[in-house]
């Protein structure tokens, strides 16, 4: 929040005079409203009455141009703040990458970039009126001491009195709001696990088991909820009952101070104005207070946020404005990445990915599989060297430019087929000659996905929403490795492309795959005898390690392992694979 702040200086300051101004003229009326009748009224004097009048026009009229200065620029700094502090998570978002997934939850991620950020630049409206509060409220302490000393004591006592009555509330509401907030996005997450895998669930009779369970984990929430709001409905009531009994008191006292003759009637109703102005300025401390704990809530969660790192970067935290970058003294000085296709090596499996060649990789564990991307990839941080530099020493633009990894469930993005399908619009000399639709339909013809776009009322036109909802499993899929061929990436990293296809489908794109991807470094991750029997070199892994090298067949006959493990995709050829959903979940 201080960062937020330091970020726009001068419009805080903007607004911080602004708001005291306005704050200080509020008492000014009172002042006026006085003498008009001490100096008019009582004294009989016209003349005076209606200068005194024309005075308070004045003061409203001016009062009323401070004000709307004052909001002005106070949603100025809100906007800025929350246009800031979403530009840094997005940063942080893309600069941690395809890991975030795992190591926060997706519904954390919306609810920091939902209702957090903005509960967080809410919090900037203290830069402004809070501070003219308490200048206004030193002002009228001074101007209240020279009507009676005793009425600006019972001032001066009684707000800080005040924050003590409403102190507690606030640190309740502070623990209560954390907790309700860590829940609610554990249940955001849940509602975007179960509405991702509905299909599925529909199809093994889940749904309603996850139905019964979200139903019970939003009651635990509506629970936690009400407790939030108790506690508000509390600090709320005080926040507009406490001001108006610190009124009632002081004009009871002002009252008989006339009576005594202590103070005249005039400077009556000036106490009444300064006490009742002084209403506005306590009130925006208490709401002011009530936002802090809300936006030190959002904040803790969106720093909590900011500060994952990399597996590959250390070191300590970074400023918010920093994020995003990783500073020079934390920077591993880069290397030289290889000039040409070279192979991959990953000492953890012992695997080698020979440079220009379609290397199959089947594992028994699917974890173990995903691990490998993730290092291949350079999403964690590893010992994986590129043509004998560290894969890690290079630079991250130059890895991501060059090697690709394409998971059967990345995501699908809003927009035209088309747009869906190119990396780079308009750019038709990557990756070798002709035009972009041209490329695209290639694309498409390697990843047996003609049907998809031939599908569509408008073909590669038509629009998709986002994910890709109205096509089907399998669909999907083979738009996604019609993406990642259009890439046309120096090292293509496929996982499990085929999962959701049928074995007629599958066989066309093991074939098509093969002659695209020709002199190029590939590598499919997947237990699919169809795919696997097309790579130039297949890999048994188990148990973290590579225990078998060498072709499809040969490692058919001299491997028991490796056999059983894609006996289970062709136990029988003649039958066909499932599909979409099923396949999926399978």
């Known amino acids: 929040m201080w960062w937020l702040v330091r970020c726009q200086p001068w419009r805080v300051l903007r607004g911080s005079l602004l708001g005291t101004a306005w704050m200080i003229g ?3 009326q009172p002042w006026l409203v006085a003498r008009a009748v001490d100096d008019g009224l009582r004294a009989h004097d016209n003349r005076a009455l209606w200068l005194w009048v024309a005075a308070i026009v004045v003061a409203g009229v001016g009062l009323s141009y401070l004000g709307i200065m004052r909001h002005r620029t106070m949603t100025f700094i809100r906007e800025d703040a929350k246009a800031r502090s979403a530009a840094v998570v997005l940063r942080q978002l893309s600069r941690i990458g395809a890991v975030l997934p795992r190591r926060v939850a997706a519904g954390e991620v919306a609810t920091v970039g939902g209702s957090d950020i903005d509960w967080t630049a809410q919090v900037l409206t203290l830069t402004g009126p809070g501070v003219g509060a308490v200048v206004a409220y030193a002002v009228i302490a001074v101007v209240l001491w020279s009507i009676s000393p005793f009425l600006a004591l019972c001032v001066l006592v009684g707000v800080p009195a005040v924050g003590l009555v409403v102190g507690p509330m606030l640190r309740r509401l502070d623990r209560a709001e954390s907790v309700y907030r860590q829940q609610q996005g ?7 696990d179960i509405v991702a895998g509905l299909r599925v669930l529909a199809g093994v009779g889940g749904r309603d088991l996850f139905a019964r369970r979200y139903a019970a984990r939003s009651r635990d929430l509506l629970a936690e909820g009400y407790r939030v709001g108790a506690v508000s409905s509390w600090i709320d009531a005080a926040t507009a009952a406490i001001p108006g009994l610190f009124l009632t008191a002081v004009v009871w006292l002002a009252a008989r101070m006339v009576v005594t003759g202590e103070i005249s009637i005039g400077e009556l109703v000036a106490v009444y104005g300064y006490v009742a102005t002084l209403v506005v300025p306590v009130w925006f401390l208490l709401e002011g207070s009530h936002e802090l704990i809300r936006g030190r809530v959002a904040a803790r969660r969106i720093v909590a946020l900011l500060d994952l790192v990399p597996d590959d970067v250390g070191g300590p935290r970074t400023p918010p404005g920093e994020r995003g970058r990783v500073p020079a003294a934390r920077r591993r000085e880069a290397v030289p990445a290889p000039g040409g296709p070279a192979d991959l090596h990953d000492p953890v499996t012992g695997l080698t990915v020979r440079a220009g060649r379609l290397t199959g990789v089947a594992a028994d564990d699917p974890a173990e599989a995903l691990a490998l991307a993730d290092r291949l ?4 941080a590893s010992d994986v060297s ?13 890895v991501r430019a060059r090697i690709l990894v394409a998971d059967h469930d990345s995501y699908l993005f809003a927009g035209a087929l088309r747009d869906v399908l190119r990396p780079r619009p308009g750019e038709d000399d990557r990756g070798g000659p002709g035009t972009d639709d041209e490329r695209v339909v290639a694309a498409l013809r390697v990843a047996s996905a003609e049907d998809v776009a031939e599908a569509l009322p408008d073909g590669l036109d038509t629009p998709l929403d986002a994910r890709a909802r109205t096509l089907s499993g399998g669909q999907r899929q083979r738009v996604r490795l019609a993406r990642a061929l259009l890439a046309e990436p120096e090292v293509l990293i496929l996982v499990d492309p085929t999962s959701a296809v049928d074995a007629h489908t599958e066989a066309r794109i093991a074939e098509r795959l093969r002659a695209a991807r020709a002199g190029r470094t590939t590598l499919v991750l997947a237990t699919s005898p169809l795919l696997l029997g097309r790579a130039d070199t297949v890999a048994h892994l188990q148990g973290g390690r590579i225990v078998g090298t060498g072709g499809h067949a040969d ?17 029988d050829p003649d039958v066909d694979r499932p599909t979409d959903a099923e396949g999926a979940l399978r």
């Open 26 to 28: 509020l008492s000014v």
């Open 186 to 192: 554990a249940l955001t997450a849940r509602s975007g």
């Open 377 to 380: 990839g350079r999403y964690v």
């Open 555 to 571: 490692l058919l006959d001299r491997d028991p392992g490796y056999r059983r493990l894609v006996a289970r995709d062709s136990a």
């Open 386 to 398: 590129w043509g004998g530099v560290p894969l890690t020493g290079i630079g991250l633009d130059e």
